[in-house]
Protein backbone atom coordinates (compact mmCIF):
# COMPACT_ATOMS: atom_id res chain seq x y z
CA UNK A 1 0.00 0.00 0.00
CA UNK A 2 1.90 3.19 -0.91
CA UNK A 3 2.28 5.50 1.57
CA UNK A 4 0.25 8.50 0.56
CA UNK A 5 -2.73 6.52 0.55
CA UNK A 6 -2.15 5.91 4.55
CA UNK A 7 -1.07 9.32 4.84
CA UNK A 8 -5.34 10.47 3.59
CA UNK A 9 -6.72 7.29 5.38
CA UNK A 10 -5.16 8.92 8.76
CA UNK A 11 -5.62 12.55 7.79
CA UNK A 12 -9.69 11.77 7.08
CA UNK A 13 -9.63 9.57 10.64
CA UNK A 14 -7.74 13.00 12.55
CA UNK A 15 -10.33 15.19 11.34
CA UNK A 16 -13.81 13.26 11.33
CA UNK A 17 -12.62 12.83 15.44
CA UNK A 18 -11.91 16.66 15.70
CA UNK A 19 -15.48 17.04 14.13
CA UNK A 20 -17.06 14.46 16.23
CA UNK A 21 -15.67 15.63 19.20
CA UNK A 22 -17.04 19.36 17.78
CA UNK A 23 -20.81 18.11 17.86
CA UNK A 24 -20.42 15.91 21.15
CA UNK A 25 -19.26 19.07 22.88
CA UNK A 26 -22.10 20.79 21.68
CA UNK A 27 -24.60 18.29 22.22
CA UNK A 28 -23.26 18.44 25.84
CA UNK A 29 -23.46 21.86 26.56
CA UNK A 30 -27.36 22.33 24.69
CA UNK A 31 -29.34 18.88 25.40
CA UNK A 32 -30.72 20.31 28.60
CA UNK A 33 -31.74 23.62 27.53
CA UNK A 34 -33.29 21.21 24.15
CA UNK A 35 -35.23 18.81 26.43
CA UNK A 36 -36.89 21.51 28.16
CA UNK A 37 -37.37 23.74 25.03
CA UNK A 38 -39.40 20.71 23.73
CA UNK A 39 -41.50 19.98 27.18
CA UNK A 40 -41.75 23.68 27.36
CA UNK A 41 -43.05 23.85 23.32
CA UNK A 42 -45.76 20.67 23.98
CA UNK A 43 -46.71 22.13 26.77
CA UNK A 44 -47.50 25.51 24.71
CA UNK A 45 -49.25 23.80 22.30
CA UNK A 46 -51.42 21.91 24.02
CA UNK A 47 -53.06 24.60 26.56
CA UNK A 48 -55.06 26.19 23.61
CA UNK A 49 -56.72 23.29 22.66
CA UNK A 50 -57.65 23.07 26.66
CA UNK A 51 -59.98 26.18 26.99
CA UNK A 52 -58.48 27.08 30.56
CA UNK A 53 -59.48 23.86 32.53
CA UNK A 54 -58.12 23.09 35.62
CA UNK A 55 -56.03 20.24 35.73
CA UNK A 56 -53.39 19.12 38.01
CA UNK A 57 -49.60 17.47 37.04
CA UNK A 58 -47.92 17.65 34.05
CA UNK A 59 -49.76 16.89 30.77
CA UNK A 60 -47.09 15.76 29.03
CA UNK A 61 -47.19 12.56 31.68
CA UNK A 62 -49.80 11.45 31.19
CA UNK A 63 -49.14 10.66 27.56
CA UNK A 64 -50.54 7.29 25.98
CA UNK A 65 -49.31 6.10 22.33
CA UNK A 66 -51.82 4.32 20.49
CA UNK A 67 -50.07 2.35 17.78
CA UNK A 68 -51.45 1.46 14.38
CA UNK A 69 -53.91 0.00 13.58
CA UNK A 70 -56.73 2.17 15.40
CA UNK A 71 -60.09 4.06 14.19
CA UNK A 72 -58.20 7.39 14.76
CA UNK A 73 -57.47 9.69 11.62
CA UNK A 74 -53.93 8.77 10.10
CA UNK A 75 -51.54 5.26 10.01
CA UNK A 76 -49.17 6.28 12.25
CA UNK A 77 -48.96 6.60 16.00
CA UNK A 78 -51.63 8.43 17.77
CA UNK A 79 -50.65 10.54 20.56
CA UNK A 80 -53.00 11.05 23.31
CA UNK A 81 -52.92 13.30 26.49
CA UNK A 82 -54.85 12.61 29.41
CA UNK A 83 -56.13 15.68 31.41
CA UNK A 84 -57.08 14.95 35.23
CA UNK A 85 -58.43 16.94 38.15
CA UNK A 86 -58.56 15.35 41.99
CA UNK A 87 -58.46 11.60 40.32
CA UNK A 88 -61.07 12.39 38.39
CA UNK A 89 -60.80 12.96 34.13
CA UNK A 90 -61.51 16.34 32.85
CA UNK A 91 -60.51 16.05 28.84
CA UNK A 92 -58.22 14.01 26.88
CA UNK A 93 -55.89 15.87 24.32
CA UNK A 94 -55.57 13.93 20.65
CA UNK A 95 -52.44 14.12 18.78
CA UNK A 96 -53.83 13.11 15.01
CA UNK A 97 -52.81 13.02 11.54
CA UNK A 98 -55.32 14.00 8.70
CA UNK A 99 -53.82 12.59 5.54
CA UNK A 100 -55.72 13.69 2.91
CA UNK A 101 -54.82 17.67 3.36
CA UNK A 102 -53.87 19.40 -0.10
CA UNK A 103 -50.39 19.62 0.58
CA UNK A 104 -49.26 16.64 2.38
CA UNK A 105 -49.89 15.20 6.19
CA UNK A 106 -51.91 17.67 9.07
CA UNK A 107 -51.09 17.22 12.04
CA UNK A 108 -54.17 18.22 14.95
CA UNK A 109 -54.57 18.33 18.02
CA UNK A 110 -58.03 17.72 19.05
CA UNK A 111 -59.48 18.76 22.59
CA UNK A 112 -62.21 16.44 23.93
CA UNK A 113 -63.74 16.85 27.26
CA UNK A 114 -64.89 14.04 29.35
CA UNK A 115 -68.64 14.68 28.46
CA UNK A 116 -67.73 14.71 25.12
CA UNK A 117 -67.46 18.49 24.09
CA UNK A 118 -64.51 20.14 22.02
CA UNK A 119 -62.36 22.08 24.31
CA UNK A 120 -60.23 23.38 21.44
CA UNK A 121 -58.91 21.95 17.77
CA UNK A 122 -55.52 23.47 16.99
CA UNK A 123 -53.33 22.73 13.78
CA UNK A 124 -49.97 21.71 14.98
CA UNK A 125 -48.45 21.09 11.87
CA UNK A 126 -49.42 21.26 8.03
CA UNK A 127 -48.16 22.56 4.71
CA UNK A 128 -50.90 23.85 3.04
CA UNK A 129 -51.10 26.39 0.62
CA UNK A 130 -50.37 30.10 1.86
CA UNK A 131 -53.25 32.66 2.09
CA UNK A 132 -55.78 30.23 1.32
CA UNK A 133 -55.58 26.58 3.18
CA UNK A 134 -53.21 28.06 5.80
CA UNK A 135 -55.84 29.76 7.46
CA UNK A 136 -56.59 26.92 9.56
CA UNK A 137 -54.51 27.93 11.66
CA UNK A 138 -55.65 29.71 14.76
CA UNK A 139 -53.20 33.09 14.23
CA UNK A 140 -54.49 33.61 10.23
CA UNK A 141 -58.47 33.62 10.74
CA UNK A 142 -60.90 32.19 13.55
CA UNK A 143 -61.63 29.09 11.74
CA UNK A 144 -60.72 26.52 14.14
CA UNK A 145 -62.50 28.07 17.25
CA UNK A 146 -65.88 27.35 15.52
CA UNK A 147 -65.87 23.80 16.78
CA UNK A 148 -65.48 24.68 20.23
CA UNK A 149 -68.08 23.65 22.67
CA UNK A 150 -69.57 21.20 19.74
CA UNK A 151 -70.03 17.52 20.25
CA UNK A 152 -71.20 14.40 18.62
CA UNK A 153 -74.49 14.74 19.10
CA UNK A 154 -74.51 18.50 18.22
CA UNK A 155 -74.80 18.68 15.28
CA UNK A 156 -75.33 14.90 14.64
CA UNK A 157 -72.91 13.08 12.59
CA UNK A 158 -73.92 14.04 9.43
CA UNK A 159 -73.52 17.74 10.04
CA UNK A 160 -69.73 17.37 10.22
CA UNK A 161 -68.96 18.47 7.29
CA UNK A 162 -68.47 22.00 5.27
CA UNK A 163 -71.74 23.80 4.71
CA UNK A 164 -71.08 22.92 1.39
CA UNK A 165 -71.35 19.46 1.85
CA UNK A 166 -74.61 19.36 3.84
CA UNK A 167 -72.91 20.11 7.01
CA UNK A 168 -72.89 22.48 9.65
CA UNK A 169 -69.32 24.28 9.30
CA UNK A 170 -67.98 27.08 7.75
CA UNK A 171 -65.68 26.97 4.67
CA UNK A 172 -62.58 29.10 3.66
CA UNK A 173 -63.35 31.06 0.89
CA UNK A 174 -60.55 29.63 -1.91
CA UNK A 175 -59.74 26.27 -0.07
CA UNK A 176 -62.18 23.12 0.04
CA UNK A 177 -59.72 19.62 0.43
CA UNK A 178 -57.71 21.25 3.46
CA UNK A 179 -60.71 22.27 5.94
CA UNK A 180 -62.57 19.52 5.13
CA UNK A 181 -59.71 17.01 6.05
CA UNK A 182 -59.76 18.87 9.49
CA UNK A 183 -63.74 18.12 9.59
CA UNK A 184 -63.23 15.17 9.00
CA UNK A 185 -60.40 14.01 11.18
CA UNK A 186 -61.77 15.90 14.36
CA UNK A 187 -65.13 13.96 13.53
CA UNK A 188 -63.47 10.36 13.48
CA UNK A 189 -61.77 11.52 16.85
CA UNK A 190 -64.88 12.27 18.08
CA UNK A 191 -66.39 8.87 17.64
CA UNK A 192 -63.34 7.00 18.68
CA UNK A 193 -63.54 8.75 21.62
CA UNK A 194 -67.33 7.78 22.06
CA UNK A 195 -66.17 4.30 21.43
CA UNK A 196 -63.39 4.03 23.88
CA UNK A 197 -63.37 6.88 26.62
CA UNK A 198 -63.28 4.73 29.69
CA UNK A 199 -60.68 2.20 28.60
CA UNK A 200 -58.66 5.95 27.45
CA UNK A 201 -58.53 6.94 31.16
CA UNK A 202 -57.86 3.81 32.71
CA UNK A 203 -54.83 2.93 30.40
CA UNK A 204 -51.35 3.54 32.24
CA UNK A 205 -49.01 6.05 30.66
CA UNK A 206 -46.67 5.37 28.00
CA UNK A 207 -42.55 5.44 28.36
CA UNK A 208 -42.27 8.68 26.33
CA UNK A 209 -40.33 7.53 23.00
CA UNK A 210 -36.86 9.14 22.60
CA UNK B 1 -3.22 40.77 6.63
CA UNK B 2 -3.67 44.47 7.33
CA UNK B 3 -7.15 46.00 7.89
CA UNK B 4 -7.35 47.31 4.76
CA UNK B 5 -7.08 43.99 3.13
CA UNK B 6 -9.86 42.80 5.50
CA UNK B 7 -12.28 44.97 4.69
CA UNK B 8 -11.77 45.21 1.00
CA UNK B 9 -12.31 40.69 1.26
CA UNK B 10 -15.13 42.00 3.34
CA UNK B 11 -16.78 44.04 0.69
CA UNK B 12 -15.90 41.68 -2.12
CA UNK B 13 -18.52 39.18 -0.54
CA UNK B 14 -20.99 42.14 0.48
CA UNK B 15 -21.06 43.09 -3.16
CA UNK B 16 -18.97 42.93 -6.01
CA UNK B 17 -18.99 38.87 -5.85
CA UNK B 18 -22.01 38.38 -3.28
CA UNK B 19 -23.22 34.64 -3.28
CA UNK B 20 -26.60 35.56 -3.83
CA UNK B 21 -26.74 38.12 -6.53
CA UNK B 22 -23.53 37.68 -8.92
CA UNK B 23 -22.30 33.96 -8.11
CA UNK B 24 -25.84 32.79 -8.13
CA UNK B 25 -24.74 30.12 -5.53
CA UNK B 26 -27.07 28.98 -2.63
CA UNK B 27 -30.73 29.39 -4.44
CA UNK B 28 -32.56 27.30 -2.46
CA UNK B 29 -32.57 28.03 1.01
CA UNK B 30 -33.01 31.53 -0.90
CA UNK B 31 -35.92 31.42 -2.35
CA UNK B 32 -37.44 28.44 0.44
CA UNK B 33 -37.01 30.47 3.51
CA UNK B 34 -37.46 33.62 2.43
CA UNK B 35 -41.77 34.63 2.80
CA UNK B 36 -40.07 36.74 5.98
CA UNK B 37 -38.01 39.23 6.74
CA UNK B 38 -36.83 37.58 10.09
CA UNK B 39 -36.71 33.98 8.43
CA UNK B 40 -34.40 35.07 5.92
CA UNK B 41 -32.36 37.27 8.34
CA UNK B 42 -32.15 33.90 10.71
CA UNK B 43 -31.75 31.54 8.46
CA UNK B 44 -28.24 33.82 6.70
CA UNK B 45 -26.98 34.82 10.30
CA UNK B 46 -26.95 30.79 10.70
CA UNK B 47 -25.24 30.64 7.24
CA UNK B 48 -23.03 33.71 8.22
CA UNK B 49 -21.59 31.40 11.38
CA UNK B 50 -21.15 27.82 9.36
CA UNK B 51 -19.95 29.93 6.42
CA UNK B 52 -17.17 31.47 8.92
CA UNK B 53 -16.02 28.61 10.61
CA UNK B 54 -16.07 26.17 7.79
CA UNK B 55 -13.20 28.57 6.14
CA UNK B 56 -11.33 29.32 9.26
CA UNK B 57 -11.00 25.38 9.79
CA UNK B 58 -10.48 24.53 5.78
CA UNK B 59 -8.03 27.43 5.88
CA UNK B 60 -5.66 26.44 8.85
CA UNK B 61 -5.66 22.41 7.86
CA UNK B 62 -4.90 23.62 4.17
CA UNK B 63 -1.27 22.58 4.46
CA UNK B 64 -2.55 18.88 5.56
CA UNK B 65 -5.04 17.91 3.24
CA UNK B 66 -4.00 16.28 0.19
CA UNK B 67 -6.12 17.39 -3.07
CA UNK B 68 -7.54 13.85 -3.39
CA UNK B 69 -9.70 14.09 -0.09
CA UNK B 70 -10.04 17.22 -0.08
CA UNK B 71 -14.40 17.25 -1.19
CA UNK B 72 -14.90 14.13 1.80
CA UNK B 73 -12.93 16.57 4.89
CA UNK B 74 -14.97 19.48 3.63
CA UNK B 75 -18.17 17.68 3.85
CA UNK B 76 -16.99 16.57 7.18
CA UNK B 77 -16.34 19.96 8.43
CA UNK B 78 -19.34 21.34 7.14
CA UNK B 79 -21.35 18.50 8.37
CA UNK B 80 -20.56 19.06 11.83
CA UNK B 81 -20.67 23.27 12.00
CA UNK B 82 -24.42 23.10 11.01
CA UNK B 83 -24.99 20.17 13.39
CA UNK B 84 -23.10 22.40 16.21
CA UNK B 85 -25.34 25.51 14.96
CA UNK B 86 -28.77 23.54 14.66
CA UNK B 87 -28.23 22.03 18.43
CA UNK B 88 -27.71 25.93 19.25
CA UNK B 89 -31.03 27.15 17.44
CA UNK B 90 -32.94 24.44 18.92
CA UNK B 91 -31.53 25.25 22.45
CA UNK B 92 -31.57 28.54 22.41
CA UNK B 93 -34.00 29.52 19.64
CA UNK B 94 -37.00 27.16 20.19
CA UNK B 95 -39.23 29.04 17.98
CA UNK B 96 -37.12 29.99 15.13
CA UNK B 97 -35.75 26.36 14.62
CA UNK B 98 -39.45 25.49 14.21
CA UNK B 99 -40.22 28.27 11.95
CA UNK B 100 -36.95 27.47 9.77
CA UNK B 101 -37.37 23.90 10.12
CA UNK B 102 -35.51 21.63 7.96
CA UNK B 103 -33.79 24.36 6.21
CA UNK B 104 -31.15 24.82 9.11
CA UNK B 105 -29.69 21.09 8.56
CA UNK B 106 -30.07 21.96 4.76
CA UNK B 107 -27.26 24.21 5.42
CA UNK B 108 -25.07 22.04 4.80
CA UNK B 109 -26.16 21.35 0.89
CA UNK B 110 -25.64 25.20 0.08
CA UNK B 111 -23.07 25.30 -2.34
CA UNK B 112 -21.98 28.51 -1.29
CA UNK B 113 -20.41 27.06 1.80
CA UNK B 114 -18.81 24.20 -0.42
CA UNK B 115 -17.53 26.39 -3.10
CA UNK B 116 -16.18 29.31 -0.75
CA UNK B 117 -13.83 26.51 0.76
CA UNK B 118 -12.51 25.29 -2.57
CA UNK B 119 -12.02 28.25 -4.19
CA UNK B 120 -10.98 31.11 -1.50
CA UNK B 121 -10.19 29.25 1.90
CA UNK B 122 -8.24 26.27 0.64
CA UNK B 123 -5.67 28.59 -1.00
CA UNK B 124 -5.90 31.96 1.33
CA UNK B 125 -4.43 32.07 5.37
CA UNK B 126 -6.34 32.06 8.04
CA UNK B 127 -7.18 35.82 8.55
CA UNK B 128 -8.13 36.00 4.82
CA UNK B 129 -10.66 33.13 4.83
CA UNK B 130 -11.78 34.33 7.57
CA UNK B 131 -12.58 37.81 5.85
CA UNK B 132 -13.95 36.13 2.96
CA UNK B 133 -16.59 34.18 5.31
CA UNK B 134 -17.79 36.88 7.24
CA UNK B 135 -18.33 39.15 3.82
CA UNK B 136 -19.66 36.05 1.87
CA UNK B 137 -21.70 35.40 4.76
CA UNK B 138 -23.16 39.10 5.43
CA UNK B 139 -23.77 39.65 1.77
CA UNK B 140 -25.88 36.27 1.66
CA UNK B 141 -27.38 37.32 4.82
CA UNK B 142 -28.77 40.51 3.99
CA UNK B 143 -29.88 39.61 0.73
CA UNK B 144 -32.17 36.83 2.09
CA UNK B 145 -33.24 39.68 4.82
CA UNK B 146 -34.04 42.08 1.87
CA UNK B 147 -35.84 39.42 -0.06
CA UNK B 148 -37.92 38.39 2.63
CA UNK B 149 -38.30 41.68 3.80
CA UNK B 150 -40.06 42.88 -0.32
CA UNK B 151 -41.70 39.20 -0.40
CA UNK B 152 -43.17 39.60 3.70
CA UNK B 153 -44.65 43.65 2.75
CA UNK B 154 -45.75 42.18 -0.90
CA UNK B 155 -47.52 38.97 0.48
CA UNK B 156 -48.50 39.38 4.09
CA UNK B 157 -48.93 43.53 4.49
CA UNK B 158 -46.45 43.78 7.20
CA UNK B 159 -42.97 44.61 7.73
CA UNK B 160 -40.79 42.78 10.62
CA UNK B 161 -43.21 40.27 11.92
CA UNK B 162 -42.74 37.57 14.36
CA UNK B 163 -39.01 39.35 15.13
CA UNK B 164 -39.99 37.62 18.97
CA UNK B 165 -38.68 33.96 16.81
CA UNK B 166 -34.73 36.03 17.12
CA UNK B 167 -35.27 37.84 20.37
CA UNK B 168 -37.62 35.90 22.85
CA UNK B 169 -40.43 37.28 24.31
CA UNK B 170 -43.92 38.05 23.52
CA UNK B 171 -45.28 37.87 20.09
CA UNK B 172 -44.49 40.80 17.70
CA UNK B 173 -46.63 41.24 14.88
CA UNK B 174 -44.52 43.96 13.52
CA UNK B 175 -45.98 46.62 11.71
CA UNK B 176 -49.29 45.77 9.80
CA UNK B 177 -49.75 47.64 7.16
CA UNK B 178 -52.49 45.74 5.39
CA UNK B 179 -54.24 42.55 6.08
CA UNK B 180 -53.63 40.29 3.91
CA UNK B 181 -51.74 41.44 0.75
CA UNK B 182 -50.72 40.20 -2.84
CA UNK B 183 -50.84 36.24 -2.13
CA UNK B 184 -48.08 35.63 -5.12
CA UNK B 185 -45.28 37.08 -3.53
CA UNK B 186 -45.04 34.50 -0.75
CA UNK B 187 -45.84 31.38 -2.92
CA UNK B 188 -42.92 30.22 -4.79
CA UNK B 189 -42.64 32.29 -7.72
CA UNK B 190 -42.54 35.68 -5.85
CA UNK B 191 -39.12 34.43 -4.50
CA UNK B 192 -37.87 33.83 -8.53
CA UNK B 193 -39.51 37.91 -9.10
CA UNK B 194 -37.89 38.71 -5.99
CA UNK B 195 -34.54 37.67 -6.46
CA UNK B 196 -34.33 38.56 -10.44
CA UNK B 197 -35.53 42.13 -9.30
CA UNK B 198 -32.46 42.09 -7.17
CA UNK B 199 -29.95 40.67 -9.57
CA UNK B 200 -31.28 43.54 -12.00
CA UNK B 201 -30.93 46.23 -9.66
CA UNK B 202 -27.09 45.24 -8.62
CA UNK B 203 -26.44 45.16 -12.63
CA UNK B 204 -28.40 48.23 -12.90
CA UNK B 205 -26.40 50.75 -9.68
CA UNK B 206 -23.10 48.60 -11.34
CA UNK B 207 -23.76 50.63 -14.95
CA UNK B 208 -24.75 53.18 -13.31
CA UNK B 209 -21.28 53.55 -11.74
CA UNK B 210 -19.13 52.52 -14.55
CA UNK B 211 -20.26 55.16 -16.49
CA UNK B 212 -19.59 58.07 -13.32
CA UNK B 213 -16.41 57.22 -12.98
CA UNK B 214 -15.93 56.87 -17.14
CA UNK B 215 -16.95 60.32 -17.73
CA UNK B 216 -15.04 61.48 -14.62
CA UNK B 217 -12.26 60.56 -16.76
CA UNK B 218 -11.12 57.44 -14.27
CA UNK B 219 -11.48 54.70 -16.71
CA UNK B 220 -14.56 52.36 -16.69
CA UNK B 221 -13.46 48.53 -16.06
CA UNK B 222 -17.06 47.21 -16.25
CA UNK B 223 -16.96 45.74 -12.45
CA UNK B 224 -17.85 41.88 -12.32
Known amino acids: MSSSVVKSGITLAAIAAVCTALVAITWQLTHERIAENQQLMLERSLAPALAGLEFEGRISESMLLIPPPHELPGQDTAIVYRVFADQQPVAALFAVTARDGYAGPIRILVGISYAGEITGVQILEHRETPGLGDRIEARRSDWVYQFDGHSLGDPPLSGWALQRDGGQFDQLTGASVTPRAVIKAIRETLVYFAAHREELFTAPASEAAE | ?224
Not at chain 2, 63 to 70: G, L, M, N, Q, T
Not at chain 2, 74 to 95: G, H, N
Not at chain 2, 166 to 189: N, Q, S, Y
Open chain 2, 1 to 224: MNNNRFMERIKVGLWRDNPGLVQLLGLCPLLAVTSTFVNGLSLGIATLFVLCGSNVLVSATRRWIRPEIRIPIYVLIIASLVTCIELVFKAWFPSLDRSLGIFIPLIVTNCAIVARAEVFASRHPVGASLADGIGMGAGFTLLLAAVGFVRELIGHGTMFAGLDLLFGGEPMPGLVLADGGWLLAILPPGAFFALALAVAGKNVIDRRRVKKNSTAGLGGRLPR
